[in-house]
Antibody, heavy 124, light 111 residues
Framework: QVQLVQSGAEVREPGASVKVSCKAS????????VHWLRQAPGQGLEWMGC?????????YINQNFLGRITVTRDTSSSTVHMELGSLRSDDTAVYYC????????????????WGQGTLVTVSS | QSALTQPPSASGSPGQSVTISCAGS?????????VSWYQQHPDKAPKLMIY???KRPSGVPDRFSGSKSGNTASLTVSGLQPEDEADYYC???????????FGTGTKVTVL
């Protein structure tokens, strides 16, 4: 069955960076973009960026995170990583990965499977 | 890019219907038929309920339906069940620069 399994909770101090991983299984890794989204406590969802697993791993990033976020993939282990730097207290949130089906010509523009979420707490 | 606007709460008794609105702009909801709806129970990951405005993924009950008029999309839950009590978020594709924008969320309570 399709699974996206994320790494465990993290605690960081302001100014540090954090790397969250998302291991995919149960489907063809190359056929789906992997997205990162986050949800601050009691708040809504925010799209952060995504990566195309094949063809060089092209990334698309929310302009609000440009310069702070890096999304990479390891095709040998079907794992996507998201690193967020220069952390602030308002980066405290649950971070989710989610997949989107993409054919060679188009994507479905929805997220049909999600990881279980990773709580990142930024506190001194 | 501003979040899409949803009412904070909605409620109904079991068996009744509830409709949630999602107000966007001519750059997102009004420009593309790529509106999705997600259901989120407490401390759980979101679940896709509607995509491309009206389509339901396999396994989603047909009590859930979606529509769109102009810059506003809507989700209707008919025949409310206790398990429908959750937060609901709309999402729209916003083009190659914005990519995806989400709604503010609506808490549905089954009375």
């Amino acid at each position: 069955q399709v699974q996206l399994v994320q790494s465990g909770a993290e605690v960081r101090e302001p100014g540090a960076s954090v790397k969250v991983s998302c291991k995919a299984s149960g489907y063809s890794f190359a056929g789906y973009y992997v997205h990162w989204l986050r949800q601050a406590p009691g708040q809504g969802l925010e799209w952060m960026g995504c990566i195309r697993p094949n063809s060089g791993g092209t990334t698309y990033i929310n302009q609000n995170f440009l310069g702070r976020i890096t999304v990479t993939r390891d095709t040998s282990s079907s794992t996507v990583h998201m690193e967020l730097g220069s952390l602030r207290s308002d980066d405290t949130a649950v971070y989710y990965c989610a997949r989107e089906y993409c054919s060679p010509t188009d994507c479905l523009k929805n997220f049909d499977y999600w990881g279980q979420g990773t709580l990142v707490t930024v506190s001194s | 890019q501003s979040a899409l606007t949803q009412p904070p709460s909605a409620s109904g008794s079991p068996g009744q219907s509830v409709t949630i609105s999602c107000a966007g702009s001519s750059s997102d909801v009004g420009a593309y038929n790529y509106v999705s709806w997600y259901q989120q129970h407490p401390d759980k990951a979101p679940k896709l309920m509607i995509y491309e405005v009206t389509k339901r993924p396999s396994g989603v009950p047909d009590r859930f339906s979606g529509s769109k008029s102009g810059n506003t999309a809507s989700l209707t839950v008919s025949g409310l069940q206790p398990e429908d009590e959750a937060d609901y978020y709309c999402s729209s594709y916003g083009g190659r620069n914005i990519h995806y924008v989400f709604g503010t969320g609506t808490k549905v309570t089954v009375l």
